[in-house]
């Protein structure tokens, strides 16, 4: 498959289709950011790589971040996992809190806020130093000690911030949150707030390609069965509400953030990484959703 | 009318009614009480006093006084208070944060936890020393200046503590609390924690079936029509899930308090305040609901 | 009290203060009709008359009606009642499917359309013929043979039409509908399509300020307590999502339809109807709201 | 590989394992079925077929029709088939009403009982006699012409029934529905009541792992885009509130039924359908559920 050339493209059809949707401003470091920004990194499990536009310009994952912390999580616990958190996906957004209060503080799944922040709350309890110690691992997953929070992204309060008190201290209500909430809530902050470019995305995404293991030393971080599940995880709620029509129309497990960053494998071939700032109403990047959508109908390859 | 026959007659009824139901168990302080205590004191607006029971046994009057916080905000604020918490009943209580979602962070009714901390935080704005300034507000509804906070319930941390957190955290994200929230839960435990007998409770509620003017010291606290309007809500919603039952089965404006007391008022008559630590499935003391359909059942008297 | 000066009065600062709000267009038999029409029929308990504006104008009750099936359905059956409808305030519109899930399809109130969906079911069982029964007992209440539906009105098939029959086939799986959901649901169309006059609908009220008996033959229909009951229900739960706001700013038992129609008591003193077809975002009729907060602070009299 | 012997040693593991769970009680045509009964059968996309136990036996296929009926109606519009049905997973089944109210009468997806409602109205618009045109496009799936409607299942009237017709009242409300309610739910429950063996629904199935074609006749009934967005829906859809944890644990695009039927597609490989009659809480086959997880286990194959 000559991925450069269906690249190329595929860039190229994006770039000239405008670009609607609205940068995140819920926070200034997210505001500011110039919406035509539009990067893409593959990187196949050979360790081949094909890149278009701004493919080495840094930006906040945002929840992408939430498949390391669930995966190191699940590498430390395996099965046992599942008594804090679901692998269901969520439904409408708006109905968050009331299906908490109806599952007894257990949230759907590990992608969404109230899910990642039980999932930090484990990571508190089982790290020496949760944020040195994730970051540290997921340096490992890259092979690229470079990787760092932004400090500025991870210190904006703001309504989302308020919210995801409430998420944590409602989940405490029901025990399900061990250690103090503050803790856990600045841990989860600076988890968001990993900055990497679309290359280096890539890197760190492609041992969910490779049966679990990293290309870059050659690390086992999860056995092959294991990394089936957490791309099956993201294939059922990686995407927000947005999930199934993310699985409909690309058909590839991947994660999303309000950066306006898309990671995706395809399995035992290759990683993908897209940003492109502007996102839909769902919160999805517009041009990275159409990108993989026209890329994949271009390779013909899916997981279907 | 023959108040203290009437009141004899009804306790002793009550008496040997059986007792069912349960002690609020969520802080110790609650859990501990013995649940076969029972009070009664009623103070007409002539300043005429009946009394039966434990009347003169310290009780912790939880949401009630939620009605003196209404009081104290009602009257520096007027109807401008009403931007900021609205004034119908709440519906069944499980669908409490969902309702905030859909109202914007505007809580139903003042009556609500989400209310009454939306009260706090406007209080917060509006005092010196919130603490202070309301204790002072509720000894000079009474004449007595030996009520006081509870401090060990104030300080109990507890399940209840960590919804009340997520409930300010989320009415914070919609920009309804302008203060710190840490301080206006401070200042929300300990509103709940006051301490009185059936005689104080009653005497400080005395205003509302006044004409809004105390008795004791015959200061003015609210007009006449301001006085009918927070009768009216605690009309229509001063008892939880139950308000419409207790609309229907008594019919005076009230408010009960999972401590187990309940304050009610007939207009430009009297004031009654019954404890009894036993509850219903609704946190409504079991006694204290019965006492007063039998007691205005016998008095012939109710709003209606 | 000089009640047609406050009248006429009243009436005269409303119609000088515009018309805010539409016309109910759900159906075209409402839709159509002139929204500057507005009239009010005040009767004592002594049979003394009041009216001002279009006051002889027969207009559709819909809404008001399920006051006089619930009436009819307790004066039968009693406190049994409510096994079958519960006599809560039902909170936002917009749970009350969820609401009804919750509660196992047992209505929160006589008041809301499953509440009263459940009276013509009960009715249904009850009575011979219904539709032919129930509006002879209407009759009965006000002494007057030539009310009667509008059968236009209650033909009218649309939108509300389907909900109502969601509503009826949800609570009937829960098997709180027990006849045939076509009839009943026919019955409940005709009972809304009750037309009447300001005097006519006042007449008609007028049992519930008088203890429960008629004026016109002097028929007990309900015992004094059973009436202050219904009086209690009104309160709570008698203007949808407004009844708060309709205690707080009035302060009397009432009912309101969408016709444009409101009707309400003064216990042992006098009912009112007003009817202006122009609605406020919650259904109900503005000039009726406003004129009758006017009203009553005018008169100083409520019940609180 | 070795598809029989995986078959019969997985078979075996699971008859050794118990068989708790519950037989669907809901109509009687469904609860006197023996709970023990156990079939399966696969078919490869080259016509290989492997079987054991009772899979020569028919049982209700109930919801899994729903996904013949999503392939017609889609193979007549196309994407224009998602104006009136969404593709999202639905989240917990006691929001189902309260999402519907949320997205205006738009279903979630075409796998929950709402969705099915609509695209049998859609089919009812499309083709000239739904159900027999239906039952003539599932027979050309199988090239079988032997398979047919159960009509006692077809008449079952139960609580189910008024779930669905309020259901359906709903969605018409919002005018999502076009044709007569009795007649589309008609066609619904005819739909449902589909009766075949697992070597039948296997045979039926096989055109999604089949690049849309039957192998029965080689007719194209979808192309090889479409199919593979059946089969997404199915994977993030297609278990009720189970459907991450099916993909979780199994990681094929399936449908199950409660009369305790499961059928599943391994791309451009096989399609396998296992029936077993005793369900878990989520309505799904313990057994089918089980046998599935161990035998991609075993097989190593899944689409992850």
Redesign the interface.
Known sequence: MNYQKIIDETYVDILSSGNPGKVATYIPELGGVNPDQFGVHLITVNNENYSAGDSETPFSIQSIAKVFSLAMAYKHLGAKLWDRV???????P??S???L???EGIP??PMINAGAIVICDILTTLLDEPKRDFLEFVRQLSGNNSINYDRNVAESED?????N??????I????NIKNDIDVVLDFYFHLCSLSMTCRELAETFVFLANNGRTLFGDRRVLTP?E???I???M???GFY?????F???V?L?GKSGVGGGIAAVQ?LSYSIAIWSPSLNAHGNSVRGFEFLERFT?RTGE???
Chains 1, 2, 3, 4 share one sequence.
């Not at 679901?86 to 409408?92: I, L, T, Y």
């Not at 309504?159 to 919210?163: I, V």
Request: glycine share 8%.
């Open positions: 679901d692998v269901e996906p969520s439904g409408n708006f109905n809190l009331v299906q209060e109806h599952d759907r799944n309504a989302t911030g308020f919210r008190a409430a998420l944590a201290n409602f405490r209500s029901f025990g069965s990394t089936k599940r791309n099956a995880i294939l059922t709620c509400d947005e999930a199934g029509e699985t409909y129309r058909g497990p399995p109908t899916s997981i279907f």
